[in-house]
């Protein structure tokens, strides 16, 4: 089975600092997709990026970039220039290609931002 | 269009009572997902529907748990004889496929459970 772990419980950040959260997955399959959500405090589960394994090239999305190490099973998020409304819980997720699309969620890292 | 609603928003029940949480999906999205968020387990999967196949229930935690999906549309999901230990967020996500191509799942707000 597949697992996902997020070491890092809480992580603070100073406004229009660059911040890096950090999740590791265990797997035994070549081909899935991983996933950043952001859960706000309304509960709203927003995708924030994803990365097909079998792609190379890091994701961006704008201020929001991966570091895939598909070897070390490692796929951490940076956030660039951060803002206040970036301050929420941060999910990291995986997807199996194979078996019907359910999601496997870390543990969540609180994310608090400081002006 | 209009994005995933649960309903309710928010759930206070006595332990031993049943309960059902309702979530509409988007329009046009054939997979639909429940989860479960709670402070021990964190999230978890619980129950995924996808077009008229059978469901995969791999993550009920219980019999006292169960999901359906009427029309292919809106689903429900009943906690029979509630436990103190069910109190959670539960949500329900769509996407417009599953299977092995990907398709985003769009979260719904959550229905927030508690058993008193």
């Known amino acids: 089975a597949q697992t996902v772990t997020q070491s890092q419980p809480e992580m603070s950040v100073q406004e229009a600092e660059t911040v890096t959260l950090s999740c590791t997955y265990d797997?035994?399959?070549?081909?899935?997709?991983l996933f950043w959500y952001k859960q706000p405090p309304s509960r709203q589960m927003i995708l924030v990026i994803r990365?097909?394994?079998?792609?190379?090239q890091n994701a961006t999305e704008n201020r929001f970039s991966v570091n895939f190490q598909k070897a070390a099973k490692s796929f951490s998020l940076k956030i660039s220039d951060s803002q206040l409304g970036d301050a929420a819980m941060y999910f990291c997720?995986?997807?199996?290609?194979?078996?019907?699309?359910?999601?496997?969620f870390g543990q969540g890292t609180e994310l608090s931002v400081k002006p | 269009g209009a994005g995933v609603s649960q309903s309710p928003s928010n759930k206070v029940t006595e332990k031993g009572k049943d309960v059902e949480l309702r979530c509409d999906p988007i329009?046009?999205?054939?997979?639909l997902y429940w989860y479960r968020q709670s402070l021990g387990q964190g999230l978890e999967f619980l129950i995924y529907f996808q077009g008229n196949s059978a469901p995969d229930k791999s993550g009920l935690p219980s019999d006292r748990f169960s999901a359906e999906r009427t029309g292919g549309s809106v689903s429900t999901l009943t906690i029979q004889r509630t436990q103190q230990e069910d109190s959670a967020v539960y949500l329900c996500?769509?996407?417009?496929?599953?299977?092995?191509?990907?398709?985003?799942?769009?979260f719904g707000p959550g229905t927030r459970l508690t058993v008193l």
């Open positions: 990365q097909e394994a079998y792609k190379q």
């Open positions: 996500a769509s996407s417009q496929l599953g299977g092995a191509s990907y398709n985003e799942q769009f």
């Open positions: 997720a995986y997807r199996s290609s194979n078996q019907g699309g359910k999601l496997i």
């Open positions: 329009s046009g999205h054939t997979a």
């Open positions: 797997t035994s399959e070549s081909d899935y997709y």
